[in-house]
């Protein structure tokens, strides 16, 4: 366990900032008008001004792609993976994908653009925004191992975001759960949606109950609160607060990026 998190990101407390596409093909926000180009173009500036910043790893996410959907539409996955081949060779950290909220569509796209990570909900079971949600970490893991991929690290959300569990078991009894049946890579601890912070007393109780897993604070830290954060967890996936205004639609401000990464840094002590 935790393995490959270790092979990807090291020893470290890594900081994965977010690239959010906009509004894919087949989805109700795509820009028809300014098509596949602009998301392209917007891609590429958020990729760069994440990696000018100094950040340890990327993700690739759909989070414009709302509704949300458990049977992602083939049209928005294949121009995932069109958008990342076509920036592959400006890459220069390790990468995740994250198809919302589509296990193994994450774990297609992670395999056919070499992806060093996904992030996803593989355990529990959740009335949410978008209905009734299993998803089965049995079946990600045997079709990530098909697609020969055994390498890929598996960061597994167990408090997922526009939802809430119906398992009533405490979050840290469900996270060791978890480790323990379905082998995660490293646990992600998440607030409710995207941009709210996860409760500090969470993180904190995740983390004592899983010494030795790499546990990570996965929504709304900020930059007031990432050394605050890294204090107790294992690193952080930080989106929102990169943003324009901090808003979670707009693109990556690279002044607010590069301060982030500034202060995370001073936090490790690097």
């Known amino acids: 366990m935790a393995e490959n998190f270790r092979l990807v990101f090291g020893a470290g407390k890594p900081v994965i900032g977010m690239v959010h596409f906009g509004a894919l093909p087949g989805s109700p926000l795509y820009d028809a008008a300014g098509g596949l180009d602009r998301l392209i173009e917007g891609a590429a500036a958020d990729l760069d001004a994440l990696q000018a910043a100094g950040f340890d790893a990327v993700m690739f996410g759909n989070e414009n792609d709302r509704p949300y959907e458990f049977d992602v539409d083939r049209a928005s ?9 076509r920036l592959k060779d400006r890459i220069t950290v390790p990468f ?9 569509s994450t774990v297609a796209l992670a395999a056919a653009t070499g992806a060093h990570f996904v ?10 925004d978008m209905g009734p949600w299993t998803p089965d970490a049995g079946k990600a893991y045997r079709y990530r191992d098909r697609l020969g991929r055994a390498d890929l690290a ?26 323990f049946s ?19 007393s969470d993180l904190e109780a995740v983390k004592a109950v899983l010494p030795e897993t790499p546990v990570l604070a996965n929504t709304g830290v900020k930059h007031d609160t ?11 996936i930080v989106g929102s607060s990169l943003k324009v205004d901090g808003n979670t639609w707009n693109p ?16 490790r002590g690097d």
């Open 96 to 104: 995740g994908v994250n198809v919302l909220w589509d296990a193994t």
């Open 252 to 267: 990556v401000d690279p002044e607010r990026a590069a301060d982030f990464m500034a202060r995370a840094r001073a936090a």
């Open 77 to 85: 996955l294949a121009t995932m993976a069109m958008i990342i081949g």
């Open 119 to 128: 992030r996803e909900i593989l355990t529990g079971a959740y009335v949410s």
């Open 154 to 179: 598996m960061l597994f959300n167990v408090c997922a975001e526009f939802a809430d569990s119906l398992d009533r078991r405490p979050l840290p009894d469900r996270a060791r759960s978890a480790v």
């Open 182 to 200: 379905s082998i995660p890579d490293a646990v992600l601890v998440s607030g409710q949606i995207t941009g709210e912070a996860a409760a500090m």
């Open 226 to 236: 990432v050394a605050d954060v890294l204090r107790v967890a294992d690193g952080c």
